[in-house]
């Protein structure tokens, strides 16, 4: 579905968040190397280049026996599914650096494709004390560099600590109630420093077709904080909250009747009041987060050694 979407718009980013072992979620589970060719770093860089460079990763952890059993692994818990969710993040940075941006050369004179110099090992290892299983990847990744070097990093604030913040771009927060969202976007503004976006989530049941909010009898299952009422409400609500917070991420409770209007709810009234950026049209992810593009880590190291990766 996501590469459907890439074609089909130009100003949203497309974020991987899919529960294992469905397409697309890179499950800590499984081994990196293993999953490599149907998931993960390189199908996370496929697609950014369908996209344009609007994708994005959302990691997280959860315990999926099932999904360890699969690839021979155990499953763990608590701890150790973070290490395994910030290992999992470290060794995706190093695949996606493993290519540099100008690897590919097409050189038809000499029948090269590549240029083995711009190709490097990662040679990650997991470190000592890890929890599950350890595991190494070699490398190099299988395809090119992403077109926005590295893919935005999402990650819920519970995961920060297992997860280095540094190893992250932004900080998912929810709380139980929309009164106390505000307060703990702050807590965590103060936890992760203003290096790291603050993302703000969100569920949204808006007055709709003739009918209350409150009547409508939606009903989530996240957890998350989740506003009721008209668009306008929505809107006076957002301008707030985003007084603290980076950005917000919005769950309708309908996309067939949330987003009725042009673009995502409440956002028309958010440009009235002037809180909301204008849409950049053609941009990657990263520019929407404000993030810089990223020089590979291994520009400058040792190559794959002459005939390897050819």
Partial sequence: ???????????SGLLSRDRCPEPLRW?????????????????????DYVSGGRAGWIVTAAEAPEAAAAVGRSSVTGA???QEAAASVEVSRRLWDSWEDDAVIRDVGTGRYIDVDKLHYADFET???FAGPGYSVKGPSIIPRPLQGQLPVLAAASLIGEVPVEAVDAVLVSAPTPELLAAEVRDV????????????????????????????????????AAFTGSADGLADFLADLLKEADGVRLHPASLFVEIEEPGPPGAAGLRRR?????????????????????????????????????
Avoid: H, N
């Fill in 1 to 11: 579905m996501r590469p459907l979407r890439a074609g089909q718009t130009r100003s």
């Fill in 189 to 224: 503004r103060a936890r992760v420093g203003a290096g790291v976006a603050v993302v703000a989530g969100l569920d949204v049941v808006l007055d709709a077709r003739g009918q209350a909010a409150a009547a409508r009898g939606a009903l989530f299952d996240g957890g998350r």
């Fill in 127 to 129: 470190p000592a004390g």
């Fill in 80 to 82: 150790a599914l973070g």
């Fill in 27 to 47: 499950c800590p589970r499984w081994t990196p190397y293993i999953r490599s060719r149907s998931t993960s770093p390189p199908r996370l860089a496929s697609l």
């Fill in 274 to 310: 002037g809180a909301l950026r204008p849409v950049l049209q053609d941009g990657t992810f990263r520019d929407l987060l404000g993030l810089e593009r990223p020089a590979s880590r291994y520009a400058s190291a040792p190559a794959v050694p002459a005939g390897a990766g050819k």
